[in-house]
């Protein structure tokens, strides 16, 4: 009911946020004060934007320094090549795809974490958005990118495949965990069947 969601809604204003405590008083406050409080919660949000930034790009940048490393390989013609340590498939699908989305896994776990475990107001939000992101519109930007009477191609088809599809597979994996199976409850063994469900992502182009 209105009457439930409004006392939800006190409740939350009086504990705060995950990181940042409620500036109390939170009922009756003049216009200025409100102003205030907000300007001071938005700095401390760019702040820990700032922070998530920061660290983001020096992950990606030791994952892409990790996923370049090659070795001298001769074979028996005595022709000799540079050989990549990493699969480019597997490091597209494991360090690469987790460095790009390491903003919205850090906010979802400190966000897990600050709550106990229970699913906050971000919850599952902010990897499906990510995932969204990624499969549709960089996909139209890179489609739209390509000027009149050029034509491209995608140079490593067997990783667009196998990402499209187990990203759709994992919206309907996802909305049953949480809607059909157990409703808003993930049990260890949804859990440890999705991680499953990794391992064989990376196992199917290779």
Request: aromatic share 10%; hydrophobic share 45%; glycine share 6%.
């Amino acid at each position: 009911s209105s009457n439930d969601t409004c006392e939800d809604a006190k409740k939350c204003d009086e504990k705060g946020g995950v990181l940042l405590p409620a500036w109390k008083p939170v009922e009756d406050i003049s216009t200025g004060e409100s102003v205030l409080r907000a300007t001071v919660y938005l700095m401390c949000l760019l702040y820990l934007f700032v922070g998530v930034s920061v660290i983001a790009d020096i992950f990606m940048e030791s994952i892409e320094v990790i996923t370049s490393k090659s070795y001298s390989k001769t074979y028996p013609s005595g022709k000799t090549y540079e050989v990549k340590v990493w699969n480019e498939t597997v490091a597209n699908l494991t360090l690469m795809a987790l460095g790009s989305s390491a903003p919205e896994i850090l906010l979802a776990t400190i966000e897990i974490v600050g709550n106990n475990f229970n699913c906050g107001e971000l919850g599952p939000g902010t990897t499906v958005g990510s995932a969204a992101f990624n499969l549709l519109v960089i996909s139209a930007v890179c489609v739209s990118a390509i000027k009149d009477g050029k034509v491209k191609k995608i140079n490593n088809y067997p990783v667009f495949l196998c990402t499209s599809l187990w990203s759709l597979f994992a919206y309907v994996w996802l909305y049953l965990m949480i809607s059909v199976i157990s409703k808003e409850v993930i049990d260890i063994w949804e859990g440890a069947l999705t991680l499953a469900f990794f391992v064989n992502i990376i196992s199917t182009p290779t």
